[in-house]
């Protein structure tokens, strides 16, 4: 069974910083993803890893200011976002799959989604 756990969600001002973790508890090393959902709109793909770190995607409105990472020895993708936007304040929420296609993936398995609140 594939577990995921979000932390590190918060309060912050826009201009801040968080760092985003997720622990993908699993058999194997996954590709993992990070989405958003802002309240009344639908969810948003923010970006991806590729299991070995090979390849990056991120949506243009992060890109620059956020940063995905992993270290697959504590089975962690990182999801750093630096120069926050009132409009970056969602639940964000790290899925994952065996496989995906990064630019436009189908992931089997969620979080439970952590908190970012920007204030301008």
């Known amino acids: 069974q594939v577990q995921l756990v979000e932390s590190g969600g918060g309060s912050v001002q826009a201009g801040g910083s968080l760092r985003l973790s997720c622990v993908v508890s699993g058999r194997i090393v996954y590709e993992v993803g990070w989405f958003r959902q802002a309240p009344g709109k639908e969810r948003e793909y923010v970006g991806g890893?590729?299991?070995?770190?090979?390849?990056?995607y991120y949506v243009d409105s992060v890109k620059g200011r956020f940063t995905i990472s992993r270290d697959n020895a504590r089975n962690t993708v990182y999801l750093q976002m630096n120069s926050l936007k009132p409009e970056d304040t969602a639940i964000y929420y790290c899925a994952a799959d065996s496989t995906a296609v990064i630019e436009n993936p189908e992931y089997r398995y969620w979080g439970q989604g952590t908190q970012v609140t920007v204030s301008s």
């Open positions: 890893i590729t299991r070995l770190s090979s390849k990056k």
